[in-house]
């Protein structure tokens, strides 16, 4: 019975976690099927055009304007092509290291299951000893002509039976056990094949980038020649020097990125109101179906419609519970717990008291609804960051050396919070906030199109209107404008860990 009893509880141990295990191994990270293509010369069109307008005796100043612009354009998509790539590898290298974690519980679970396997074999091979040591005994006549009485056989043929129940138990446990050994076997080779696959994958996503990269060099370096034999030309039609035809040129880009910045902007505020305005309709129809036949309630649950969501209020305020309990479907209205500082005790919310923004706090008095992190958190998350300035760029680099999605685990994992390894996998993970509610250690993220299966950036905000970055190959990590690259592909919403 004690042998019985250790071999259940082997093949316990065993097979329980073998379920998880089992779906584990069949839900690998999925591996992206569109890499990008090194053949893909990015930006060649502009590039071309612009050589042709430098070289074009007939080019004007607006041609020569827009070939420079275009070049722009170049630029961007090259380097926006080398990041999906990178991005891609970072993806795949994910994969490749959840494959082998699961290939190593797959492998753990396997031998267990053996163990377990040969635990019970050897009570069988003890209950066929046993047999056969009784061998010529255990019958039904021994029962009888062994016996004193009658009362001895009954007493004699009962233990028989339950010998034999026994070894019966016995080879069935043995066969419980030669199941879930196969079975474990095949889950771990299943893991081993996937495993490989997903190294596989991770190596040809890495061969991948490299050519992306070095594709979106030569763009850059044929875009720099470009760009300079357009401005000698424009320097030669309006009569200045190269270095002021620069300057002018300098200034029409800011120029385009001042509108780039004020449209994207834009898109953010009329974003917020229709945010706004659902959440309001969803409270007035929650309110009308709560408040029937109650026309003298003044409190209809409204906070969301008669507050700017600006969390600064939790800096100066003493949070009531009723006033973090309101529950928001809108990742943008979950942010306030405190929408009326000065008026935390009475029941209607005024409008005009919220109006004094301050985008920027640096404490809450706890997680608000809808992310787990705190503000405090957040800010260090955003200081240890910028002691990384300078630090070396490496693909796949989670210190000394960075890239960008490396940078800001790294961040929030000295703050005391893990997030994923990738970005796409970072913006799918986080509580995602607008703009105006932006605070220090939020995560910013560029994607191709404003795609989240194409996100190729995140960087970690850290107050000002500025970023901290791990950037690309060649480069070390900074501070920058958050504005002042890819306005064009930034995702309309930040993430709060």
């Known amino acids: 019975m004690a042998f019985r009893d250790r071999t259940h509880r082997m093949i316990a141990r065993v097979a329980v976690p073998t379920l998880v295990t089992a779906f584990a191994v069949g839900t690998l990270t999925a591996i992206p099927s569109t890499p990008a293509l090194a053949s893909d010369y990015p930006g060649e069109d502009d590039i071309a055009a612009a050589r042709a307008a430098a070289s074009d005796a007939a080019a004007t100043v607006a041609d020569l304007d827009a070939a420079v612009a275009g070049l722009e354009a170049a630029l961007a998509d090259a380097q926006v092509a080398a990041l999906i790539a990178q991005e891609d590898f970072i993806v795949a290298q994910e994969a490749s290291t959840v494959a082998q974690e699961e290939l190593a519980a797959a492998q753990k679970a396997a031998d267990d299951a053996d163990a377990a396997l040969a635990l019970a074999r050897q009570g069988l091979a003890g209950a066929a000893m046993a047999s056969y040591r009784n061998a010529g005994s255990m019958n039904q006549l021994e029962a009888i002509t062994q016996a004193n009485g009658f009362d001895e056989v009954i007493t004699r043929h009962e233990a028989i039976d339950r010998a034999s129940a026994e070894a019966d138990v ?36 890495a061969q991948d980038a490299e050519a992306t990269r070095s594709a979106a060099d030569q763009a850059v370096s044929d875009a720099a020649a470009a760009q300079s034999a357009a401005i000698t030309r424009l320097a030669q039609l309006r009569g200045v020097t190269e270095e002021l035809e620069q300057e002018r040129q300098d200034g029409l880009a800011a120029e385009r990125a001042a509108r780039a910045q004020a449209e994207f902007e834009a898109e953010q505020e009329r974003l917020e109101k229709e945010a706004e305005n659902n959440a309001s309709e969803t409270s007035n129809n929650a309110g009308g179906s709560n408040n029937s036949g109650n ?7 409204k906070p969301t419609a008669t507050s700017t969501p ?43 008291a919220t109006k004094t923004p301050d985008p920027e ?7 608000a609804p809808g992310w787990s992190s ?8 955003a200081a240890w960051a910028q002691t ?63 795609n989240a299966s194409r996100i190729y950036h995140v960087a970690i905000y850290i107050g000002g209107g500025k970023v901290m970055e791990a950037t690309t190959p060649g480069n070390t990590a900074k501070v920058r404008s958050m504005y002042n690259w890819a306005v064009g592909d930034m995702m309309p919403y930040v993430g709060r860990p």
Request: a negative charge; charged letters at 20%; one cysteine or more.
């Open 170 to 205: 016995t080879v069935q446990e043995v066969r419980a056990a030669e199941l879930v050994s196969e079975t474990m076997r095949k889950r771990a080779e299943s893991a081993a094949t996937k495993a490989k696959d997903a190294e596989e994958a991770a190596a040809t996503a």
């Open 295 to 301: 026309t003298g309630s003044t409190s209809t649950p």
């Open 361 to 367: 706090p640096t404490t809450d008095p706890e997680p």
């Open 374 to 381: 705190s503000a405090s958190q957040g800010a260090s998350a």
């Open 310 to 352: 600006k969390p600064t209020a939790t800096s100066t305020s003493k949070p009531e519970p009723t006033e973090t309990k309101t529950p928001e479907p809108e990742p943008t209205e979950t942010q306030t717990p405190d929408p009326q500082p000065t008026e935390t005790k009475t029941p209607e919310p005024k409008p005009t």
């Open 388 to 450: 990384k300035v300078g630090a070396p760029y490496q693909l796949g680099g989670n210190g000394p050396a960075y890239d960008c999605s490396g940078l800001t685990m790294a961040a929030w994992s000295q703050a005391g919070h893990y997030i994923t390894r990738s970005s796409r996998s970072q913006y799918q993970a986080v509580n995602h906030v607008s703009y105006s509610q932006i605070r220090p250690g939020d995560l910013v993220f560029w994607g191709s199109g404003k």
